[in-house]
């Protein structure tokens, strides 16, 4: 499909398009749309690192040279340099013009990304400790300070484990996104009490952001479809009707 078949097709402005196309990871290459596998995001988004890491180029947060930076990507990994540009929009900001362009890296997106990968390409739930080294890996050592759990909210179910391979209590971390979910307000909340017929209002807040637009609107739609209870760690939500 084209730009120009979508705008026929959706009723929406330019900017509302490419913050839909963004959202979805979308290509615009010539006019044509294409879809970037989230696979081959996650591939792209390690290498961008190592090439920042092993080239010499400036450490964000200081800002980047962006032609140097895709010039320095297709020469190692032949990424297109289309495609890079695309990321460096998507994960950061540009500013300047033609060769003198520099990129201000969003290193918590970034990350975050990669960590939402690995999650997802796992096909049993994994424990949290065995999952963080994975991810450090794939960053690398310059960038493992940026790493954080909270980066995955909404992309992932964690499961309490007492004692694990490394000798002390942990979590199993399942992947769960959240952008996989109905977005009609009774559905999503049927479908997150048959993942769990038990959850912790924080946990569930988590789920309800995009289809809610504030707080006070969270609280009013969990008053709908919740019964909470307080227990010793905390309040937990359950349905209020059988599902």
């Given at each position: 499909?084209?730009?120009?078949?979508?705008?026929?097709i959706?009723?929406?402005?330019?900017?509302?398009?490419?913050?839909?196309?963004?959202?979805?990871?979308?290509?615009?290459?010539?006019?044509?749309?294409?879809?970037?596998?989230?696979?081959?995001?996650?591939?792209?988004?390690?290498?961008?690192?190592?090439?920042?890491?092993s080239?010499?180029?400036?450490?964000?947060?200081?800002?980047?040279?962006?032609?140097?930076?895709?010039?320095?990507?297709?020469?190692?990994?032949?990424?297109?340099?289309?495609?890079m540009?695309?990321?460096?929009?998507w994960y950061?900001?540009?500013?300047?013009?033609?060769?003198?362009?520099?990129?201000?890296?969003?290193?918590?997106?970034?990350?975050?990304?990669i960590?939402?990968?690995?999650?997802?390409?796992?096909?049993?739930?994994?424990?949290?400790?065995?999952?963080?080294?994975?991810?450090?890996?794939?960053?690398?050592?310059?960038f493992?300070?940026?790493i954080?759990?909270?980066?995955?909210?909404?992309?992932?179910?964690?499961?309490?484990?007492?004692?694990?391979?490394?000798?002390?209590?942990s979590?199993?971390?399942?992947?769960?996104?959240?952008?996989?979910?109905?977005?009609?307000?009774?559905?999503?909340?049927?479908?997150?009490?048959?993942?769990?017929?038990?959850?912790?209002?924080?946990?569930?807040?988590?789920?309800?952001?995009?289809?809610?637009?504030?707080?006070?609107?969270?609280d009013?739609?969990?008053?709908?479809?919740?019964?909470?209870?307080?227990?010793?760690?905390?309040i937990?939500?359950?349905?209020?009707?059988?599902?």
């Amino acid at each position: 499909m084209t730009l120009d078949e979508l705008r026929n097709i959706v009723q929406a402005s330019d900017s509302e398009l490419e913050e839909g196309l963004r959202k979805a990871r979308i290509l615009n290459l010539g006019g044509t749309l294409r879809p970037l596998p989230m696979s081959s995001l996650t591939e792209i988004l390690v290498t961008l690192l190592l090439t920042i890491a092993s080239t010499g180029l400036p450490r964000p947060p200081k800002p980047i040279p962006l032609v140097k930076l895709v010039q320095n990507i297709e020469d190692e990994f032949q990424v297109n340099p289309d495609v890079m540009e695309h990321i460096a929009i998507w994960y950061g900001t540009i500013s300047g013009e033609g060769d003198k362009r520099m990129w201000d890296a969003d290193m918590k997106a970034i990350i975050g990304e990669i960590g939402v990968g690995i999650l997802r390409r796992a096909e049993d739930p994994v424990e949290e400790v065995e999952f963080v080294e994975r991810w450090k890996e794939q960053v690398g050592d310059m960038f493992t300070e940026h790493i954080d759990i909270t980066l995955l909210d909404g992309n992932y179910l964690s499961t309490p484990i007492p004692h694990t391979g490394y000798g002390e209590s942990s979590n199993t971390l399942l992947y769960y996104p959240r952008s996989s979910l109905p977005t009609d307000a009774a559905q999503r909340f049927q479908a997150l009490f048959l993942t769990r017929p038990k959850w912790k209002t924080e946990d569930m807040a988590i789920y309800l952001e995009d289809i809610a637009v504030d707080k006070k609107e969270r609280d009013r739609l969990m008053l709908k479809y919740t019964r909470q209870i307080t227990e010793a760690d905390g309040i937990w939500a359950t349905a209020r009707v059988r599902y």
